[in-house]
């Protein structure tokens, strides 16, 4: 069982910078693709970036590309999401997940349903 939990949500104003991070228990996140998810009310829950389990591999939504970066450092079992030039569209709940069929996997999924183990999200408000 893998537990992740996110952190470094808040209220932003629009052209700000947030940076999201995502811990996992016992480290299980140094072996693993992570993928970043975000929802609003109403809506389903969307891809928004993931990294390769070596750092190498990174995915990108088209909607945050140019502006996200996810990165990942193994010796603290930690990912993360850096949030530059932020629009009041970003606002939403942000989770990251696990897929654990992407153990040493270069090659993360955009794919929902793939992904088994979810944190409980941190909320951002980016304000206009």
């Known amino acids: 069982q893998v537990q992740l939990v996110e952190s470094g949500g808040g209220l932003v104003q629009a052209g700000g910078s947030l940076r999201l991070s995502c811990a996992a228990s016992k480290r299980a996140l140094s072996t693993y693709a992570v993928g970043w998810f975000r929802q609003t009310p109403g809506q389903e829950r969307e891809f928004v970036s993931a990294i390769g389990w070596s750092g190498r591999t990174t995915y990108y939504d088209d909607s945050v590309k140019g502006r996200f970066t996810i990165s990942r450092d193994s010796a603290k079992s930690t990912v993360y999401l850096q949030m530059n030039s932020l629009k009041p569209e970003d606002t939403a709940v942000y989770y990251c997940?696990?897929?654990?069929?992407?153990?040493?996997?270069?090659?993360?999924?955009?794919?929902?349903?793939?992904?088994?183990?979810w944190g409980p999200g941190t909320q951002v408000t980016v304000s206009s």
């Open positions: 997940a696990v897929d654990q069929n992407t153990r040493y996997s270069e090659y993360p999924t955009r794919i929902r349903p793939n992904y088994d183990y």
